[in-house]
DNA sequence: TAGGCGACGTCCATTGAATGAACGTAGCAC
DNA sequence: GTGCTACGTTCATTCAATGGACGTCGCCTA
């Protein structure tokens, strides 16, 4: 007798459930894979996986393991704001990247993370475990204290809710301590990290604005601790920032947007 | 009576054609938009959307209108020959643009198309129509012709049976005279396109090969006309491509694998 | 103010497409 | 041989997907 254990879930879902079953380091899965990610039967991910390789969204290769398909690397090229964001900033990116040669990277805010769209990473600099599509914590990296700092106290409250994990043993894991630095960052625009997500890598960080003044990304300079001075990175972070923004339609007149209360997901 | 019109159709495809509604050009669409695009009912293609929307597939703006979502554009980052290809490649384009301050291009072969994977572009350089995941057509672009020339007979004969599109008066539409073109560069792994794709643009491309001397990849510098000498840019390109392949774990012993019949989607 | 139009939202009777347990095969290990 | 895992295929059952119909809202023209 089918259709016996899991009733009222949709085909969509368990569709998408098959799509997002792939995560970095789990880029390419067999089918005994996706059955246990997605933990639907056998026969029910086969189908589907079969659906998605036939529409181009999934590779299937020789050896019988999937893969996520070009295809579906185009539509997330058309994802927002990655169209404008990144041709907007990646002049000015790499303008920062000539001029310092260290990783210079730009990231969006994703529920409770930020997310890497666009990263420039410096062969001799510090590696600091990030990489592009890969997610940061919003309270201990440059980009996630500018993007928290300026998206409202309910963000903020479900970050502390999740816990302020200590990545390393300078992570600032007191919430008083953590909305002071917040509360800072929004005065300047600027958020200064040391050594919190990753041991020997600072970051400089600022924020990137719209044409309503409202934050869309953040950028940062991550640089081997002690390397740079970093007051002298300071000055072209934030210049750089402004002119992506400026880039973007912002202007100084527009001001900077105060916290809104986005529903992203 | 419901259920009348498009019976024979699996659910799965049709959200797979609400998912590829979003395209270059179409990446904000209505639901009405979706409607059109996709031929369903607009009650069908609603409750697909949301669902899209509900697992972060796509986002919704509060005025109604769907976009491409952050999730997606994250899955994307796993498609392979993105993930190791754009991270052994990067650091090279970035010399060539650093050195040479001209539009520095990586695209692989999907169908009978070569997809831009990544791009540097010269902000003050001729401006060449194409943009990140954008796509190029395999006979008259640089990376175009170096993909051709190294995907095998069967690939050709396509390319000719659609028919070699005319884009600028120097495009070459000799089916003959291009499979000349195609085995030089196969011998020397180099192709030079003069104002073919688009006028004032020319382009010197070279292949880029995994550790089984495979092409899987093409870069290029694509120049305006007449502003550089050719002859001094070959050896730059071909250095670069040489270092990308390196990277990837070639080895000249391994050589250059002739004519894979791919059977990629 | 009335009427037309397009976009969007909601409802619900109908049914065919999705389902998944069962079985078969192939490869590997011991 | 026996046991295990991965993968492929089948098919009776049934529930989730379907889409025509209707309602609402805003906008335009007369």
Redesign the interface.
Known sequence: MPRTSQPGR????R??DV??A???GH??LTLADLTRETGLPHATVRR?AL??V????L?RAPDGAF??????????????P??PL??AA??FM?DL??ALRQHVQLA?L?GTEA?L?ER??A?NAVDDMS???GRLPLHCSGVGKVLLAHAGPELMEQVVAQGLTAYTEHTVTDPARLLEQLDECRETGVAVVLQETTPGADSVATRVLDDEGKVVAALSVVVSAGSVDLRTLRPAVVASGLAVSRRLGWHPSAGVEEAQSDR??
């Open positions: 949709s085909v969509s879902s569709l998408l799509l997002f792939f995560r970095p880029s390419r589907l659906e998605l036939g529409a181009g969204a590779k893969n996520v398909g070009i295809r579906l690397w185009q539509l997330g090229t058309l994802a927002p990655s169209v990144r041709t990646l002049p790499d990247h000539t969006v994703e997310v769209v420039l990473p062969g990489r592009l599509g992203s997901r």
